[in-house]
């Protein structure tokens, strides 16, 4: 199909406004709060905005081999669906099955292998295969909807709107059709009808959607090697479908892109688009307002015509404001908000309004001297610490637990979440413009996305109108950092420039990036960032063993290998293998143990189809797991090691590193690999880890140059820090001390002290940091296992998932630490909506108590609450040591019971 084209119109003559903006805080960002208020919005209750009706509940889903009739017919109210299912939408075809009960859960075990269509090989990327010709998935299925249009409708234009199909549809309304399926096609595309002629306003109406499924040709959706995929390719209507009114004109994608000077003087442009309904020419005004500022401009729009509309700071002189209150990440400051009401009237009344919220800040990068990228927000330079997201399997959405997930996004210090081609649906930029999360977007890698030389003219166009579709949507959102053209590989320069030119013309205020790595593009040169792996394991050492410089052979990706420096957009210390009762959950109890094909079903595909990295390393350096409870025990401290080097040496090198992005952040069903948390909302060992490495004062050892450095991620500077080392053996013998104060410059780093030689260090000995104010309260901490056996690393061996060990640690000597009974008391108060439970642990004895995970259950014997934020886990305390965790979680997933805190670890009674 012909790519829509739509021209800008800049405008010119302005009403001047009543007033000013109404100001507050000044440039600078302040301290990082524990949680942030929602922003207070004025409501402008003089604009008339129009509710959409949403069409969730009531559908009809049926497969067309059963369905003999027409879409005529079938949109009709004499049609009879009988036989079809009774579902919700948004909703793919197997999401709506599964619900139903017509097939197993997919998630546990090998269910998801008895679904019909499921045999493609185990391992291998789906949507690259062709689906067999006996799936019941390679015919289209029938989505069917009555629903009333209320009377208020008749006389006004009516839009029907799609936000996202998989992946072709031919779309029937009340007997006609509206388009086809050559109209409608990719996934990631938004559609908008006007219906007016179709639609019967007071009375029943019937739409009825014929759904394809996406072919390996087509440009789909693709989980790559994360997970597997289910048999009818995620086909359906994966997100919501609305009716709403307007005048002759709709206005659509009110935005605001901001400019932010240095001496905090911001300059806005505020653009929509405006959509004509009618086959007649119309006159009238656009109206905008933000706060208590409000200009205008008179429009004409030809018959049908689509427009886009922007008010630019060099006309209208109210868009240079003085000190706005800034929006920042959340670790920077405050992630404030403002609204935008737009309205288009025509003959003084209105035809339509909208309103959005946005956010006032500028996000830019450069290159620094060594050719890697820096991100900088508002003019302070800003390191990228994230992970990469995975929607759910089959699409579902869960209001909840993504905020769930936000939650622990948040708990974590995590600033940035990716979206590698998965493009999340507008509740979830909704709340990361709100918490003040960072969000990189772009196209995915490893299927038709990224395989441009077999596309033909129809594959170009759907590409060009999907980032159309896409740049509106999300080029308001304050919390978007960057947008990528490609993933694992760059676009050919047709399609780059295509892109670049859609990205302009909508005015897509962030930086742009040719692809996730390092090859560079004839267009735009070098991208400044890498995608080197590793996705395997690799020992703790690696991440600031390979520095800048060390001239490690080239066999990783380009851009070097996955060390501490540049900018790597996915990266990871390999398989997350969770906590035992995720296994039991995801498992049945004959394949929990040992290890077998069950447990690869649910690793991933490619080169990550099961787990003998990770579990080689695992029993060379902890020693030979024995059974499940000891293997998830010692994958938690792997796990916690793993994750925590990653994160601190990209911290500890800023800015000759830009960022790091852990693959991955979570996962679209139970699994094995590549997580901070499980698909069940479980912490384990590299959540923690995670979290002790984005403490906002992160006392750090370096695997590197055995010294100990202060990392400061507040953006205030930090005085007067007592720091405290110490050198423990297995019997907790103190074999170094030493006791320095410093000062951190904002978001800065500082050496304290290196580690001298050593001798009699036992074969597995401790590192023990803190730091804390003047009056001794602890401000951060540390505790790093070591080996006195040198782990090596073999970097000749490299390739662009891993590089081997040559040598391992020897963590053996923990299996001889003497059991410790610990003191425990708890109490549980009720803050709002929610329990915090206050668990003080003490460690009476002579010995270290290691690695000791707390847990908060309904009752003794009860389920485990989740998701819940503990304030750490995963803890270890020296003989003597005294501390107080506390758990918050929502009272509603207590009920009745009463708290009870369960308590396990490496050495603990």
């Not at 601190?648 to 830009?658: D, F, L, P, W």
Request: hydrophobic residues 35%; proline residues 7%; aromatic residues 10%.
């Amino acid at each position: 199909m012909k790519p829509l084209r739509i021209p800008v119109v800049v405008v010119v003559l302005v009403l001047f406004p009543l007033s000013q903006f109404v100001l507050a805080q000044t440039h600078r960002p302040t301290q990082p709060r524990q949680s942030q208020p929602k922003p207070q919005l004025k409501a402008n209750t003089s604009i008339p905005i129009e509710t959409a009706i949403v069409l969730r509940d009531g559908w009809s889903l049926q497969s067309s081999c059963k369905v003999e009739k027409t879409g005529e017919v079938i949109s009709t109210p004499q049609f009879f669906p009988a036989g079809s299912y009774r579902v919700s939408v948004p909703t793919t075809v197997v999401s709506a099955l599964v619900k139903q009960k017509v097939y197993p859960d997919p998630d546990f075990g090998m269910n998801l292998r008895t679904l019909p269509g499921m045999n493609y090989p185990i391992g291998s990327n789906f949507s690259n295969i062709p689906m067999q010709q006996d799936s019941p998935f390679m015919v289209p299925w029938w989505y069917r909807k009555e629903f009333a249009l209320p009377e208020s409708y008749r006389g006004k234009t009516i839009w029907l709107d799609f936000n996202g199909i998989n992946y072709r549809a031919n779309v029937f309304l009340n007997g006609k059709q509206i388009a086809n399926k050559d109209q409608v096609v990719g996934a990631w595309r938004t559609y908008e009808f006007n219906i007016t002629d179709a639609a019967l306003p007071g009375k029943a109406n019937v739409l009825a959607v014929e759904v394809f499924s996406p072919t390996d040709k087509d440009l789909a959706i693709t989980f790559v090697d994360w997970n597997p995929a289910p048999p009818d390719k995620n086909m359906g209507l994966f997100r919501a479908v609305e009716v709403r009114s307007s005048g002759p004109v709709a206005l659509r994608y009110p935005s605001v892109v901001s400019k932010v000077d240095g001496d905090g003087k911001a300059h806005l442009t505020v653009t929509a688009l405006l959509k004509n309904g009618t086959n007649q020419p119309v006159k009238g005004v656009l109206k905008a307002q933000i706060e208590k500022t409000e200009f205008s401009q008179e429009i004409q729009l030809g018959p049908n015509e689509q427009k886009d509309v922007a008010f630019q700071p060099e006309q209208v002189s109210q868009l240079n404001v003085d000190h706005p209150r800034l929006w920042w990440p959340a670790q920077a400051g405050r992630p404030e908000l403002y609204k935008l009401a737009m309205n288009f009237e025509i003959n003084g009344k209105a035809s339509n309004a909208a309103e959005t919220r946005f956010g006032i800040r500028e996000i830019t990068s450069e290159l620094n001297a060594n050719g890697k990228r820096v991100f900088s927000i508002n003019g302070k330079k800003f390191l990228i610490r994230g992970g990469g997201w995975s929607p759910d399997m089959m699409l579902r959405e869960n209001s909840q637990r993504l905020r769930n997930e936000l939650d622990y996004v948040q708990d974590m210090g995590l600033n940035t979440i990716r979206l590698e081609g998965k493009l999340e649906a507008k509740e979830f930029f909704d709340l990361a413009d709100e918490r003040g999360i960072l969000v990189m977007a772009g196209w995915c890698c490893c299927d038709a996305w990224e395989h441009w030389p077999n596309w033909t003219p129809e594959e170009y166009g759907i590409a060009e109108q999907s980032l159309r579709d896409q740049i509106y949507r999300l080029r308001n959102h304050p919390s978007l950092l960057v947008w990528l053209n490609g993933s694992d590989n760059p676009p050919p320069p047709d399609v780059e420039q295509t892109y670049l030119k859609v990205e302009k013309e909508l005015l897509w205020p962030n930086p742009v990036i040719s692809s996730a790595t390092g090859k560079p593009t004839a267009v735009t040169g070098d991208s400044g960032v890498k995608m080197s792996g590793p996705y395997e394991y690799v020992a703790p050492g690696y991440w600031m063993q390979d520095s800048l410089g060390a001239n490690h052979p080239q066999s990783c990706n380009q851009g070097g290998c996955g060390g501490g420096y540049g900018f790597n957009t996915e990266t990871s210390p390999g398989p997350a293998v969770p906590p035992i009762e995720s296994i039991r959950a995801m498992l049945p109890k004959d394949h929990q143990w040992p290890i077998d094909d069950w447990w690869n079903f649910h690793a991933g595909g490619g080169a990550f189809k099961d787990l003998h990295v990770f579990t080689d390393a695992l029993n060379a350096r902890y020693g030979t797991a024995s059974n499940l409870e000891d293997y998830t025990m010692k994958s938690q401290a792997q796990a916690y090691e793993g994750i925590r080097a990653m994160y601190e040496a990209y911290s500890r090198n800023k800015y000759t590193s830009g960022g790091v992005i852990q693959w991955m952040l979570n996962n679209a069903w139970p699994s094995v690999i590549w997580h901070l948390y499980d698909f069940y909302l479980r912490p384990g060992g590299g959540y923690f880890g995670a979290k002790a490495a984005m403490q906002a004062l992160d006392p750090v050892y370096g695997y590197d140059d055995n010294s100990v450095y202060v990392v400061n991620s507040r953006y205030e500077r930090a005085t007067g820090l007592h720091v405290s080392t110490k050198v423990l053996n297995l019997d907790m013998t103190e074999k170094f001390s030493n006791e320095s104060t410093v000062d951190v410059p904002e978001d800065g780093v500082v050496k304290v002290v290196s580690l001298p030689e050593i001798s009699d260090l036992s074969p597995t000995y401790f590192v023990a940091l803190r730091i804390s104010d003047a009056n001794g309260k602890m401000l951060g901490s540390n505790f790093y296992w070591l080996s006195s056996k040198p782990e090596t690393i073999d970097w000749s061996k490299s390739n662009w998932y891993t590089t081997p060990t040559a040598s391992y640690a020897d963590f053996t000597a923990l299996s001889q630490l003497p059991k410790v009974k610990l003191t425990v008391t708890d109490r549980t108060e009720r803050q709002g909506d929610d329990e915090i439970t206050h668990v003080m642990l003490e460690n009476p004895s002579k010995n270290l108590a290691f690695f000791v995970r707390l847990k908060v259950d309904k009752g003794k014997g009860g389920e485990e609450i989740l998701p819940l934020l503990w304030q750490d886990n995963y803890v270890s305390l020296l003989p003597g040591e005294k501390r107080e965790i506390t758990a918050t979680y929502r009272a509603s997933d207590l009920g009745a019971a009463k708290p009870y805190v369960e308590l396990s670890g490496w050495n603990v009674e």
